[in-house]
């Protein structure tokens, strides 16, 4: 099941779907890196609001992506995860470390506008 | 009704979904609230990641269990892989660093209120958890 990517001005939007498989993960890591590229984002918004489990592999991949981006002068934010999917990965111990939330896809744009008026 | 017994066997990484979405099912029939379904679903996730990591392939049971009064789910995962020597070290946190692929055993046990793990080196590994309705 591939991850829609859509671009709303200088930014990015993937939507995850609720059975993602590490495969599918894998490909929205190099897809979104390539249109990163090719329409020089500044910005990347993943939504997760679908997705019913975050597990390790998950929340690793996602942790990646954001790295990447940030090392070609793009910020990452993460919104929409869902409380009970949120308290399961505390149980489970797994951090999004140096990666950006918001509630959902309105706060995570306001983020992105926010960053990039920082460093124009 | 009583609900049978599922099983999914784990062979490819698009089992691992099939697996935790069973669990959901399941767990939502046995009317756990959505988090413990959450739960149980990511547990799920987390033990079928193992077989596929360490072992290769395996399977993943699912069923209603009944304790002296209450109702819950159990999930046992099992292969033939090639086992665990060290089970405290793997139940340890940290462990696994970052999750990567790592084992996860001490979150899987976080998550579910029963974990019993049996393992062989050489012979495989069996790792049953129960979580039951609150």
């Known amino acids: 099941m591939e991850v829609p990517i859509l671009k709303q001005g200088e930014f990015l939007i993937a939507m995850f779907q609720a059975a993602l498989s590490d495969a599918d993960l894998e490909n929205l890591r190099q897809g979104l890196l390539q249109k990163v590229v090719k329409f020089r984002a500044r910005g990347v918004i993943v939504d997760v609001t679908a997705m019913d489990v975050m597990d390790s592999f998950a929340s690793r991949t996602l942790r990646e992506i954001a790295h990447m981006i940030r090392l070609r002068g793009a910020e990452t934010v993460i919104v929409g995860i869902q409380p009970e999917v949120a308290f399961a990965m505390v149980q489970l111990g797994l951090t999004l470390e140096g990666v950006s939330t918001a509630l959902d896809l309105e706060e995570g744009l306001a983020y992105l506008i926010e960053k990039s008026k920082m460093t124009d | ?134």
Not at chain 2, 7 to 32: H, P
Not at chain 2, 99 to 111: A, I, K, N
Request: glycine letters at 12%; charged letters at 25%; proline letters at 4%.
């Open chain 2, 1 to 134: 009704m009583p609900l049978g017994e599922i099983r999914v066997a784990i062979n490819s990484d698009q089992d691992i979904v099939t697996a935790r979405q069973e669990g959901r099912v399941l767990a939502t029939r046995l009317c756990f609230s959505s988090v413990d379904a959450t739960f149980i679903a990511t547990a799920i996730s987390e033990l079928a990641r193992n077989i596929l990591a360490y072992a290769g392939k395996g399977e993943i049971m699912l069923r209603a269990t009944h304790g002296s009064n209450r109702e819950g789910i159990l999930v046992v995962a099992s292969d033939n892989g090639p086992g665990i020597r060290d089970i405290p070290q793997a139940l340890r946190d940290g462990f696994s660093t970052s999750g990567s692929l790592g084992l996860g055993l001490p979150g899987v046990r976080r998550l579910m209120d029963e974990f019993e793990i049996k393992s062989q080196p050489g012979r495989g590994t069996t790792v049953s958890v129960k979580k039951w309705k609150r």
